[in-house]
């Protein structure tokens, strides 16, 4: 979270909201890399399949789904995850990052298998 600039302003196992700045966090072209946007949304995710798993246990993400709809420059993107799923064996959350004008610029979805870290 630190390296990409992620900052958590809302956690529950049901909703999560983060930012992360566009800059930092680009592609040659100067535009929000694709990658950091997956990276915010698995970040949130996994967050919140975390605190759902509760004590003893911890979540691992198996799959995410990404579609990238419209590019970023500079400035400080919003994603909010809320909870699809929450089960208990796993969690899925839909992540949609925005802009600072509230343009969609990427949903994502995200599953999370729920483990036991107990030995």
Avoid: F, W
Avoid at 7 to 34: C, K
Avoid at 95 to 117: E, N, W, Y
Wanted: hydrophobic letters at 40%.
């Amino acid at each position: 979270m630190e390296r990409m600039g992620i900052e958590l302003i809302e956690a529950s196992a049901e909703r999560l909201v983060g930012t992360m700045p566009v800059d930092g966090n680009t592609q040659p072209h100067g535009l929000l890399h694709g990658g950091a946007s997956v990276v915010l949304a698995e970040t949130l995710g996994s967050y919140g399949a975390a605190v759902h798993a509760g004590p003893g246990r911890t979540a691992v993400g198996i799959e995410v789904i990404s579609t990238h709809h419209r590019s970023a420059r500079s400035c400080l993107v919003t994603a909010t995850a809320a909870a699809l799923h929450l089960g208990r064996r796993t969690a899925t959350y839909e992540i949609i990052v925005t802009d600072d004008q509230a343009k969609r610029l990427a949903t994502a979805r995200l599953t999370c298998m729920l483990i036991d870290v107990t030995h």
